[in-house]
């Protein structure tokens, strides 16, 4: 079982006395801590457990930006590169708010 649900096994290398070595196909999931169950068919008491991470890769990641200090007076255009955003993003997928020094916080014009 794989966070409760049933997952087929894609190969099984090998299974004898000693050990069992078997590949399964990790289905999308729900970033965070999901148990794995492995029982042979038909002895569900004959189990063994382990917990496996969903780790969310998706999330933008900043590459650089440009320039790196502007006036306090605002109007300036910052160039920022992205990593992980969608091909077909388009600049309404993306939202950019800015928090400065004395924690006032303001949305920011995305353009392309």
């Given at each position: 079982l794989w966070g409760g649900a049933a997952l087929p096994v894609s190969r099984l290398r090998k299974s004898d006395e000693t050990a069992t070595e078997l590949f399964l196909a990790v289905p999308a999931g729900v970033p965070g801590l999901v148990t794995v169950k492995i029982y042979p068919a038909g002895n569900t008491a004959n189990s063994a457990e382990f917990s496996f991470t969903y780790e969310d890769d998706t999330l933008?990641?900043?590459l650089n930006y440009f320039p790196t200090e502007f006036?306090?007076?605002?109007?300036e255009v910052i160039s920022v590169a992205l990593a992980k955003i969608a091909s077909a993003a388009v600049a309404a997928d993306v939202s950019v708010s800015v928090k400065f020094s004395d924690d006032a916080t303001q949305t920011a014009q995305v353009t392309t």
């Open positions: 933008p990641e900043v006036y306090s007076d605002g109007g």
